[in-house]
Every structure is written in C-alpha cells, then in structure tokens.
C-alpha cells in the first residue's frame, strides 16, 4: 500500500498539498499490521516508507513536517517493544492528520476577518483555502469583487473562477496572466494561497513572483493563507517541479525548447502578511 500511495501522491498533481500530507500519513499505518522482530527493526522500516512518501514530492512541506513529525514521535518514546512502538505510530498519525487537516480551515477563518465588505481582490491559480476564506467572509455578508488570474499553462484559476461564480455574493472576472498587472490598481488586495514558507521565501504556484513584485509597486498588499505547517525555519530544502513541455505547447519545440516549472520564488519582503491558523505573520 505504501507503494502505491506514492505512486499516487507523484500523480497527484492539481490536489492541495494538504491532502497529499494526510493520504501519506496515513500510509503509514501499513506498517501496524506487518511483523518486525526488534524495535530498531521497526524505527528503520518507519524511516525509510516515510522518506519514500517524502520523496514522491520533495515540494511540499506540509509531507516533508507530516512524515518528520511522525518518525520523531516515535524515535523520541523509546517504546520497550514493537507494540508499544506501534501504538504510539497510531497516536501520532492521528494527531498529525488532525493538525494539518484543522490547520487549513483554521487559516481560512482568520483570513476571512481581513476581508471586508465591498473590497476587490486578485487572486492567483487554485487554493482551496483562499476559496474557503471566501466563503465563510460572504457567508457573514461581506460582497467581494474577484480577480482570478487563469494560470497558465494547467489553468486551474479556471476552477477558481467557476467555484467562485456559484457565490451570489462574489462579482468574478477571470483574467489571462498577463493582465493581471492591468487591473491591480482597481484591487485592494491580493490573496494567494502557499505551497511552503522556508526561511524568507515563498515557494508557490508559478506566477506568484510576478504579481507579488506588480502588486508591492502598486502598493497592494498582498496576504499569503495557509496552514502553519506550511512554515519552515530550517531542514527543508524546496525542490522545484518541472512539468512537461506539452502542457505549454503540444507541436513539437523545433529549435528551441520550453522551461515549464510549477513554482516560482517570491521574497517575503514583497508580501505583507501570511496568515495562518496559528496568527498573523506580519512582513
């Protein structure tokens, strides 16, 4: 099942790197049915399944905390044998699925108190925790205007468009990439989601970098939400993902060829809030 599971979790492409941290932590749990002699024997096998799931997507760091949170657990209780090893395995796996899955809506509620009624905001690709912000803001009566950029070349902001549409309480435009810059003067905010904060970057949806550097000489502020096990201090190193040339273009490249990656590099210092379930982090 492991295996499997990171086969999925490398084809799990437009999913929220959220559910990719909870259908990975609970891979884990494979291991409680299987046989180990020592309990060394079962740290070690933890271990490595956890650092294969970690590596079927080095990009996100909510998988990258999950599975560390879970190793650490049960390193740390040196357990006197494998069934107490094992229980404190569950334990853990239960309270790190709770936390990451508690820690997007979390997020999105204290994201929803910066939005105020009448105000116009340009969001950026797909982030169903900015989505969720949305709702619970026009839920207590707030109307938004929305600027939702396509976000080319797998045009999930298509999906945000549409989501947002069924709102009776959200005006939506959908806007190609490029024009985003046109109307950021007529936004009062940008709000995006994140893949990872490490250190003093923001590692997110391709596109990012560009309106966060647009929006900060426009003086627009711009909010980052997300769970808080999205923030990294250290230990993580982000790999980017360069996704296939077919997804830009389907002809064949004849003498030239096409860059694709999925996410860019914003500075910290472009935005001016990141907001998640845990308080605000002001920039």
Same mark, same amino acid.
């Given at each position: ?24 932590? =609970? ?8 046989e180990f002699a020592t309990v060394e024997e079962y740290e070690r ?22 599975? =560390? ?49 009448? /105000?116009?905001?340009? $969001?950026?690709?797909?982030?169903? $925790? ?19 950029t396509e976000a080319r070349p797998r045009y999930l902001g298509r999906k945000t ?34 893949? &990872?904060?490490?250190?003093? $970057? ?15 000489? &426009? ?7 997300? /769970? ?21 273009? =389907? ?24 907001? $998640? ?7």
């Amino acid at each position: 099942m492991i295996d499997e599971t990171v086969e999925e979790i490398e084809e799990m492409q437009t999913h929220s790197s959220s559910v990719v941290a909870v259908k990975a932590t =609970r891979a884990l749990l494979e291991l409680l049915d299987r046989e180990f002699a020592t309990v060394e024997e079962y740290e070690r096998a933890l271990d490595r399944n956890a650092k294969a799931l970690q590596r079927a997507n080095p990009s996100h760091a909510s998988l990258y905390n999950a599975m =560390r949170e879970v190793v650490d657990t049960v390193s740390a209780a040196d357990s006197e044998d494998v069934d107490d090893a094992k229980a404190t395995t569950s334990e853990a796996v239960e309270r790190v699925v709770d936390a990451v899955e508690h820690g997007k809506s979390g997020a999105a509620e204290r994201a929803a108190e910066h939005i105020e009624d009448g /105000s116009t905001i340009l $969001t950026h690709d797909y982030s169903s $925790t900015v989505l969720e912000a949305i709702e619970l803001a026009t839920r207590d009566g707030a109307h938004v205007e929305m600027f939702v950029t396509e976000a080319r070349p797998r045009y999930l902001g298509r999906k945000t468009a549409r989501t947002l549409a069924g709102n009776d309480r959200v005006e939506t435009h959908l806007l190609t990439d490029a024009a985003s810059g046109y109307y950021l003067d007529e936004c009062d905010e940008v709000f995006v989601g994140m893949d &990872c904060i490490v250190g003093d $970057t923001l590692y997110n949806r391709v596109g990012t970098f560009t309106i966060a550097a647009t929006a900060a000489h &426009c003086d627009v502020p711009v909010s980052v939400v997300g /769970s808080s096990s999205k923030v990294i201090e250290g230990g993580f190193v982000f790999e980017n993902e360069f996704r296939s040339p077919s997804e830009v273009m =389907r002809e064949p490249a004849e003498g030239f060829d096409v860059r694709n990656p999925a996410y860019d590099a914003t500075p910290v210092s472009l935005l001016t809030r990141a907001i $998640t379930d845990e308080g605000v982090m002001e920039f």
